[in-house]
């Protein structure tokens, strides 16, 4: 019999396809309309220890309003950004809500980069080892931004490309639960890549709405 939690992201699905708020025809629910990645997947190393190593789901923005500021979201570009910064995440939520995997749970991606969280050397400099990474496609605010892109891009941008959309929650929302449940990650355990680099990084910053999530 399946989970309560299954059964509620089966129910909650079903009810988001209906809205026409995620994509038709899902295969099943663990796959949650997963497309793989333009260009295919990353080849990264494995977790030394498999999915006993995740732990941590760390949440990022990404946009290419630095080079595009009057067109930031096209996939394409975000991963030669991936490329050009030897980055990556293992999954990217557009702005319509589809869910594209970059890199497999079982493989290290490098998004977290230097930082340190909950005094646990382990982590120090090494989160990449022990969490997921999703990026959503998002901007800033104008401040935030200002030092990311730079002022003469930040006043390209327009306002309503700023914050996340409702289907980026949708979608955001289904993905937690499903690796939550999947890796038995506690919801303490979500955090951003601001609060794991203060010093370092915005994202996904002032906008990010976390009355939005359902942990």
């Given at each position: 019999m399946p989970s309560p939690r299954l059964l509620f992201l089966g129910l909650l699905l079903a009810a988001l396809l209906a809205?026409?708020?995620?994509?038709?025809?899902?295969?099943?629910?663990?796959e949650l309309e997963i497309k793989a990645a333009p260009g295919g997947m990353i080849t990264r190393p494995l977790r030394p220890r498999g999915a006993k190593d995740i732990r941590y789901i760390m949440l990022h923005a990404i946009s290419d309003a630095a080079v595009n500021p009057s067109d930031p979201f096209r996939l394409d570009r975000i991963r030669a950004i991936f490329q050009a910064y030897q980055v990556e995440a293992h999954y990217v939520i557009d702005r319509q809500g589809q869910i594209y995997r970059f890199v497999p749970d079982d493989r290290i991606a490098r998004h977290a980069g230097s930082g340190t969280w909950a005094n646990d050397p382990d982590l120090t400099?090494?989160?990449?080892?022990?969490?997921?990474?999703?990026?959503?496609?998002?901007?800033?605010?104008?401040?935030?931004?200002?030092?990311?892109?730079?002022?003469?891009?930040?006043?390209?941008?327009?306002?309503?490309?700023?914050?996340y959309t409702e289907q980026q929650y949708l979608s955001l929302n289904l993905l937690l639960a499903y690796l939550r449940e999947r890796y038995n990650i506690p919801p303490e355990n979500v955090l951003t890549h601001a609060q794991y680099a203060p010093e370092r990084k915005w994202d996904p910053g002032e906008l990010f709405a976390w009355d939005k999530l359902d942990l």
């Open positions: 809205a026409g708020c995620a994509a038709p025809g899902p295969r099943d629910l663990a400099n090494n989160m990449n080892r022990y969490a997921i990474g999703i990026e959503l496609l998002g901007i800033g605010t104008a401040a935030e931004m200002d030092q990311a892109v730079g002022p003469a891009a930040n006043a390209l941008i327009r306002e309503e490309d700023r914050g």
